[in-house]
């Protein structure tokens, strides 16, 4: 058996508040809350009852896999001082996955061979994350890496043949915009190996935009 099991998975880096426990690749748990602001209210109380539900001690959890970004500023710091908290107290390491392409592993289940894909989130009200996927025999291959587009701009780097999986407000494709807890955990005893870490000073999320203080006036 893969020896990162069994893994704790966080996923908050969208309005999702998801937490999952995977014993093996084939047996696993996972409850999620949707609902803006929060994840600072519910995520522990979700772990502890994720861990108590089966019946599992932090002591035999062998990894924490958590969702490092980008997304909300909030979100993704709130799931990363979670996981450093869990693993510093435990002696765990911690594996941070790549979000949009444990997502983009997620929605390539669903297509077929040969297709390209789209992911273009909302960063604010006008900027979008975007990156565009192509599924191949062995998985995914990235046409156009993770960059921060203009809104207005979105249009001219879509073709006709891509499938857009998006959540701006012009968005035809509004499903699979955001990955689960279980989507973050499967991502990290695939590929994530190599990204093991216990060092947990210098794990951050990857916000990938700037932080900007916006004040009312």
């Known amino acids: 058996m893969n020896k990162l099991f069994p893994i704790l998975a966080i996923e908050t880096s969208d309005q999702l508040c998801s937490v999952a426990i995977l014993i093996d690749d084939k047996y696993y748990s996972e409850t999620n809350i949707n609902g803006k602001h929060i994840h600072s209210e519910k ?28 997304g909300s500023f909030t979100g993704l710091r709130i799931g990363m001082a979670a996981a450093k908290g869990i693993a510093s107290g435990s002696g765990l390491p911690i594996i941070p996955v790549p979000t949009f392409i444990a997502l983009a592993n997620k929605i390539a289940d669903y297509l077929l061979i040969g297709q390209s894909f789209v992911i273009a989130k909302k960063a604010s009200r006008d900027e979008v994350y975007f990156a565009k996927y192509f599924k191949t025999q062995k998985g995914i291959e990235e046409l156009n890496s993770l960059s921060l587009l203009n809104k207005e701009n979105l249009s001219s780097f879509i073709e006709n043949d891509d499938l ?3 959540n701006t407000s012009d968005s035809v494709m509004k499903d699979i915009v955001t990955p689960t807890a279980i989507d973050i955990g499967r991502w990290a005893y695939l590929f994530g190996k190599d990204l093991l870490t216990s060092n947990y000073d210098l794990l951050e999320p990857k916000y990938f935009k700037e932080f900007k203080v916006r004040n009312k006036s």
Do not use: K, R, T, Y
Request: no cysteine; aromatic share 4%.
């Open 164 to 166: 857009v999986f998006s």
């Open 43 to 70: 995520l522990m109380p979700m772990i502890n009852e994720i861990l108590h539900s089966n019946n599992i001690d932090i002591s035999q959890v062998n990894s924490i896999a958590v969702s490092e970004g980008p």
